[in-house]
């Protein structure tokens, strides 16, 4: 990774990105677009968005059935930018990013759970609200080591 890269993923976390919700919890966005919440607390984008890259692995039923057609499994992996960026987050920052990023990457990084009020496909992203007190992880072995965090 090129020292450009290191420094723009340090600066995504040093400007002053990081925001305290109202339930105490210390979040950073590594999405590109905002997350409001319900305590009203908007997270801007911190410039630095978490992508994951895929791997397909055919997946055949073990008893041939469906022959004619080619399943697979997709695994989800980080980026090398990504996990520099994840260096760069202080422990005890969460940080929000697509259900994507977050089976990707582990914890840390989480999806915000939207309010029963605005969940769903009918709401725009624009207008869908998260609780803050609720986020979604996934049980992948985190990248970096997280101090004081028992998986």
């Known amino acids: 990774m090129d020292t450009k890269a290191i420094s723009e993923t340090s600066q995504a976390v040093d400007d002053g990105k990081i925001v305290t919700l109202s339930s105490g919890v210390r979040v950073v966005n590594s999405s590109p677009h905002p997350f409001v919440f319900d305590d009203g607390t908007t997270v801007p984008p911190c410039g630095m968005t978490l992508n994951a890259r895929f791997i397909e692995s055919d997946a055949p039923f073990r008893d041939g059935t469906m022959s004619d057609v ?3 499994v997709t695994d989800k992996v980080p980026t090398e930018e990504g996990i520099a960026f994840l ?5 005890g920052v969460l940080v ?8 990707a990457y582990g914890f840390p990084v989480v999806q915000p759970v939207p309010t029963p009020e605005t969940a769903g496909r009918g709401t725009p992203p624009a207008d869908r609200r998260c609780r803050s007190d609720r986020f979604t992880r996934f049980t992948t072995p985190p990248v970096r080591p997280v101090e004081g965090v028992d998986l």
């Open 70 to 72: 080619t399943f697979v």
């Open 87 to 91: 260096s760069a987050v202080p422990d």
């Open 96 to 103: 929000l990013g697509s259900l994507i990023a977050a089976e």
